[in-house]
C-alpha cells in the first residue's frame, strides 16, 4: 500500500458511524430487514461502510437483470434514501470490490480508497477493510493482486453474467472447503496495521474482514486497531454493530468518543457495548 488520501470530516459531523461486513444476500431476509432498518433512520451525519457490504458482487449489470436484479436493486434504493440524507461513503471489500460507478451513482454513494485517512479535527484515523492487512494468509494475497488487477476484471466482467454467477459461486466452494482445513482465523498483521498507522500519522485503525470485533492496543505506543463486526441478524445474540464517532458539543476540537453501538436501537438497551 502506497500513500493514503485523506478525507476530512465536515465541521457538523457530530456523529460518524462505521460499519462492515453486512454480506447482505437475497437468502438472508433477516439482516438485510435489521441493516434497512438502521439505514431508513440514520443517526449519523455520515457513514463508514468499509467493505463486504454484499456477499458478493458479479458486476453492476445484474442490477437489471429479470432474474436476480431485484434485492440488488432494493440494496440500492435503501441505500440513496439514506445518501439522500447524509453522505454515504464505501470502501471495497474481497466480496465487493467489483461493485462500479453504475451502483455507487444508483445508491448515491461515494467510494473510498483502501486506506483513506479520515481526519477528526486534529486527529487521522485510517479507514481499511482489512484484508490487504492479513499478511500471513499468502495465497490469499496472492489470488487478492490477480482479482484487482484491472486486465482481469475487464476479462471477468465481459463474461455472461450466468457464467460470472456460476464461477463465484464455484470459488466460494472452494474457498468454504479450505477453511474448513484450516485450524484458526487469518487476522490482520499487527506490525503492518503499526507500520500503516506510522506512515499516515494517525493513531486509529478503523477496520472489519476479519469478522472478529475487537479493540487492540498497538505496538506500545498508544495506537489503537478498532475491528468491526460482521453482521448477522439471525445469530443469538444478534450480530449488527455499528461503530459510532461522537463529537462532544463542548468538547476541544479532536476530542471523540468512540464507543461500539447495536444497530437498530429497536432491539434493546441490553445489546449496547461498550467500546
Ligand atoms: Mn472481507
Known amino acids: 500500500m502506497g500513500t493514503a488520501p485523506v478525507l476530512a470530516a465536515q465541521p457538523d459531523w457530530r ?112 479507514l481499511s477493510h482489512g484484508d490487504a492487512l492479513c499478511l500471513t494468509d499468502k495465497p490469499y494475497q496472492t489470488f487478492r493482486a490477480e482479482v484487482r488487477d484491472t486486465a482481469w476484471q475487464t476479462a471477468f466482467l465481459a463474461r455472461p453474467l450466468p457464467d460470472r454467477l456460476a464461477l463465484v459461486r464455484h470459488m466460494r466452494e472452494a474457498s468454504e472447503h479450505r477453511k474448513l482445513g484450516s485450524q484458526s482465523w487469518i487476522d490482520v498483521d499487527n506490525a503492518a496495521a503499526c507500520a500503516l498507522l506510522q506512515r499516515t500519522d494517525a493513531t486509529v485503525l478503523i477496520h472489519g474482514h476479519t469478522h472478529m470485533p475487537a479493540t487492540h492496543k498497538l505496538c506500545d505506543s498508544g495506537l489503537v486497531r478498532h475491528v468491526l463486526s460482521d453482521w448477522d441478524a439471525t445469530s443469538q445474540p444478534p450480530r449488527l454493530q455499528v461503530l459510532s464517532a461522537t463529537r462532544q458539543p463542548h468538547a476541544p476540537p479532536g476530542d471523540c468518543e468512540l464507543g461500539m453501538q447495536v444497530a437498530p436501537p429497536i432491539f434493546s438497551n441490553k445489546n449496547i457495548i461498550s467500546a
Not at 434514501?81 to 453504475?102: H, K, W
Request: hydrophobic content about 45%; glycine content about 6%.
Open 15 to 126: 456523529r460518524m458511524d462505521f460499519l462492515s461486513d453486512l454480506h447482505l444476500q437475497p437468502s438472508d431476509k433477516a439482516t438485510f430487514d435489521a441493516w434497512a432498518h438502521y439505514m431508513a433512520s440514520p443517526h449519523c451525519d455520515a457513514m463508514f461502510i468499509l467493505g463486504d457490504l454484499f456477499e458478493v458482487w458479479v458486476g453492476d449489470d445484474i442490477l437489471s437483470d429479470p432474474t436476480h436484479g431485484m434485492f440488488w436493486q432494493q440494496c440500492a434504493d435503501v441505500i440513496r434514501r439514506t445518501s439522500e440524507q447524509i453522505p454515504v461513503f464505501f470502501m471495497y471489500g474481497n466480496r465487493d470490490f467489483l461493485a462500479g460507478q453504475r451502483l455507487l451513482s444508483r445508491a448515491g454513494m461515494t467510494a473510498l480508497a483502501d486506506p483513506t485517512v479520515l481526519a477528526v479535527d486534529t486527529e487521522r484515523w485510517v
